[in-house]
């Protein structure tokens, strides 16, 4: 999304048969945002974790995905039907579902959700993730003359809508679980404050909104699906985790984010080790290569830095062995997932063959850009130590994450940090990073090394096939063109570590996308 964030993680609790009293329910929930929480509620302009942990609780979309699984699954559609070309979806609505303004949802909401997404004044919420592949949306996004209207969206009639794409697309299922994809009432959306005051079809509505302090959610007692056993939850703004940790033992959040440096503390204690968890989830910390730079240009420089970095070493002790080494970008828990390639095994004396052929024969001095996660800067302090070994001097620039946001947007760095967890759980969302003509990877030319052109013709044919180990190699073929010259520089596949309160039980308290969505929780004290 394309949001980069800090690591997040999955969590999966066990459903429970303890007794569930009014009373336990009644009690609210507290839990903690993961930065400095959400800056908007509208599902079509937000882009970041604190947002979407609002959203998911309060809107719904056609499709939703299985907690644990992060599979698709219909939500407000009850059934849907594929053409045999797979160009063409039709989803039949339920009956009777409310908005939280009491007015039935139909078609009509759904053309125009879909519609406010791609207008570009109102559409930022990861609106060509969803809309890409849709009839109609270039013309919404032409330069001259676009059009206000999406062709591919119909409303067939009260309860049937019916996509169209330009071509077959695999992952469009998982691209309609996203939060651009949630459907809103014209009303509500066109008034003033939507984005402080939202209205959907969920099992939560906002009771308060203070930013850069709390969201409180009201449990919905008209909810369509059935109302929520969890009546009141509280998310809070807690910036540190450290902090949250000292919050959580004072029995003051039910659900905390634990930092690395804290595991092994955490771990040793009686009570405190019995209820933290430790889970991979989709992501890859990788460094982003300006390759337009007249030192990183050259591939060898490159592919020396990547041989110089022992990845293994950084996961046994910044991440406390919680992860994996990263040899390429596309994460385990995927189907394309790679376990042999591996085109980087440590080589001193490689890196500094590569480095002399590169006209390096001394060493060679870069940079490397990043904002202020703690466990970010002590990896790249690690490597910093790695790699002089083999004469590299590796600086560390690391500022405040806005002023990194923007030069990074604009690529004004040697190398930059990106920590990159799945939008949905399907290789493309990885397989993206290794190419790009705008943005942050245009400007750093992603779009121009001379392996893109071939990688871009595998994203394109990986994305119209059908799921399946054929695909799979084509998106395999497509990493191993980019990172064999170390277009980029993948590092480890990460987890997070979470405290839960027992009293909290459920399916899943917290999800694959490690979301608390407090409907599928309930309190047994």
Avoid at 350 to 378: H, M
Avoid at 483 to 505: C, E, F, K, M
Wanted: proline share 6%; with cysteine; glycine share 6%.
């Amino acid at each position: 999304m394309k949001r980069l964030i800090m690591l997040v993680a999955a969590l999966f609790v066990a459903a429970s048969f303890a007794p569930r009293t009014a009373e336990a329910q009644a009690r609210p929930v507290t839990t903690a945002f993961f930065e400095g929480g959400p800056k908007t509620l509208d599902p079509h302009a937000a882009t970041t974790l604190d947002e979407f942990q609002v959203l998911y609780n309060v809107y719904e979309g056609l499709l939703t995905y299985d907690p644990n699984t992060l599979e698709p699954r219909a939500l407000l559609a009850e059934t849907y039907d594929i053409s045999a070309d797979s160009k063409v979806y039709t989803f039949h609505l339920h009956k009777n579902v409310k908005f939280q303004n009491g007015r039935e949802m139909t078609a009509e909401d759904v053309k125009y959700s879909f519609e406010r997404l791609g207008n570009p004044k109102t559409g930022t919420s990861y609106t060509s993730l969803v809309l890409n592949n849709v009839v109609g949306f270039a013309a919404m996004r032409a330069k001259e003359n676009p059009v206000t209207t999406l062709a591919g969206v119909v409303a067939k009639d009260k309860y049937t809508v019916e996509i169209t794409l330009t071509a077959p697309t695999a992952s469009f299922l998982n691209q309609l679980t996203l939060p651009g994809a949630f459907v809103v009432p014209k009303e509500a959306a066109d008034a003033a404050g939507f984005a402080d005051k939202p209205v959907g079809t969920g099992p939560y509505t906002v009771s308060k909104f203070t930013r850069g302090q709390q969201v409180v959610l009201a449990a919905n007692a008209t909810y369509w699906n059935g109302a929520p056993t969890i009546k009141q939850a509280t998310i809070r703004v807690i910036t540190e985790a450290s902090q949250q940790i000292i919050e959580y033992r004072g029995g003051n959040i039910d659900v905390a984010v634990v930092p690395e440096s804290q595991i092994a503390t955490l771990k040793a204690d009686a009570t405190l080790g019995k209820q933290l968890v430790v889970v991979p989830i989709l992501s890859v910390f990788h460094l982003r290569v300006n390759l337009k730079d007249k030192d990183l240009s050259k591939p060898e420089v490159r592919q020396a830095l990547a041989i110089a970095i022992d990845r293994q070493a950084l996961v046994d002790t910044i991440l406390g062995g919680n992860g994996s080494p990263a040899h390429g970008i596309i994460p385990p828990g995927l189907s394309a997932y790679d376990k042999s390639y591996n085109p980087f095994p440590r080589d001193i004396a490689k890196t500094k063959t590569l480095l002399s052929a590169a006209g390096y024969p001394q060493g060679i001095t870069l940079e490397v850009r990043t904002g202020q996660v703690e466990t970010e800067n002590r990896i790249l302090q690690a490597i910093q130590q790695q790699v002089a070994e083999a004469g590299i001097t590796l600086k560390i620039n690391s500022t405040e994450k806005s002023l990194y946001d923007t030069d990074r947007g604009a690529c004004k760095m040697q190398l930059g940090t990106i920590a990159w967890s799945q939008d949905y759980a399907d290789p493309d969302d990885f397989a993206m990073l290794l190419t790009g003509a705008s943005g942050s990877r245009g400007n750093c030319g992603y779009n121009d090394y001379p392996q893109a052109a071939a990688v871009n013709a595998l994203l394109a044919k990986g994305s119209t096939m059908q799921l399946g180990p054929a695909r799979d190699e084509v998106y395999r073929q497509a990493e191993r063109l980019a990172i064999d010259v170390a277009a980029i520089i993948p590092i480890y596949h990460g987890t997070r570590s979470v405290l839960i309160n027992p009293r909290l039980q459920g399916p899943a308290v917290v999800d694959a996308n490690s979301f608390v969505l407090f409907a599928n929780v309930f309190a047994t004290k």
